[in-house]
């Protein structure tokens, strides 16, 4: 019933800039955190940033990369400027309900598919 839809992931060149985008229903939408964490083979999910529905309040481990939101249209976006082949990962978008900015897959209880973000050197 809840549904997370990630798009926008693809294959770029080192350097370049990609959008990710994450459509959510089924939920009401600024009651939630929302994150991505990104995945490679053999290794643990990553968190790579997080937004509150409250308040704003935003957190991402690399400089690169900026989190936002549209609570009027549901989406919430990551924006990754200056790629690097370490980037490449399935990147997933997630909700968890609450005004923190939480940074542990534990404490999101809703997730998409995944979109492969593929950065070529």
């Known amino acids: 019933q809840v549904q997370l839809v990630e798009s926008g992931g693809g294959l770029v060149q080192a350097g370049g800039s990609l959008r990710l985008s994450c459509a959510v229903s089924?939920?009401?939408?600024?009651?939630?955190?929302m994150g991505w964490f990104r995945q490679v083979p053999g290794k643990e999910r990553e968190f790579v940033a997080a937004?509150?529905?409250?308040?704003g309040r935003a957190d991402s481990v690399k400089g690169r990369f900026t989190i936002s939101r549209d609570n009027a249209e549901n989406t919430v976006y990551l924006q990754m400027n200056s790629l690097k082949p370490e980037d490449a990962a399935v990147y997933y978008c997630?909700?968890?309900?609450?005004?923190?900015?939480?940074?542990?897959?534990?404490?999101?209880?809703?997730w998409g598919q995944g979109t492969q973000v593929t950065v070529s050197s």
């Open positions: 089924g939920l009401t939408f600024r009651s939630y955190v």
């Open positions: 937004i509150s529905g409250n308040d």
């Open positions: 997630a909700a968890g309900y609450g005004s923190s900015v939480f940074t542990l897959p534990y404490q999101y209880g809703y």
